[in-house]
């Protein structure tokens, strides 16, 4: 399984790409929102990991524009499952990211 991560948080995307390649999962990471399109312009993947708060494009952004049907650029991961990844733990925040095309939301409780 091929999954693009867009996390600006270098130690956390790294941290999630070790964990899921012990699960035998080919991870591609993205620092920013512009980085991940391009990727999701060039390759398919089985699964879209992003973070809400990106620098350049964030992830509701991101979100609306893999899922545009004026994308022809990425039209192969057009219904690619998508989970957005948060701090923000609110319903709005939730509710924008399921009304942007994301299929989950995941978020993040520091304790």
Do not use: F, W
């Not at 620098?55 to 192969?76: A, F, Q, T, Y």
């Amino acid at each position: 399984m091929k999954i693009l991560c867009v996390e600006d948080d270098i130690n956390l995307g790294q941290l999630l790409k070790i964990t899921l390649a012990k699960d035998s999962y080919q991870v591609e990471l993205a620092e920013n929102g512009q980085i991940g399109y391009e990727l999701a312009k060039k390759l398919a993947y089985d699964l879209i990991i992003l973070d809400l708060l990106l620098p350049k494009i964030n992830g509701i952004e991101l979100c609306k524009l893999l899922r545009s049907e004026k994308s022809v650029d990425i039209h192969h991961n057009r219904y690619t499952p998508i989970i957005l990844m948060t701090a923000l733990d609110s319903v709005t925040n939730k509710v924008v990211g399921l009304d942007a095309g994301a299929d989950d939301i995941s978020t993040a409780v520091s304790r």
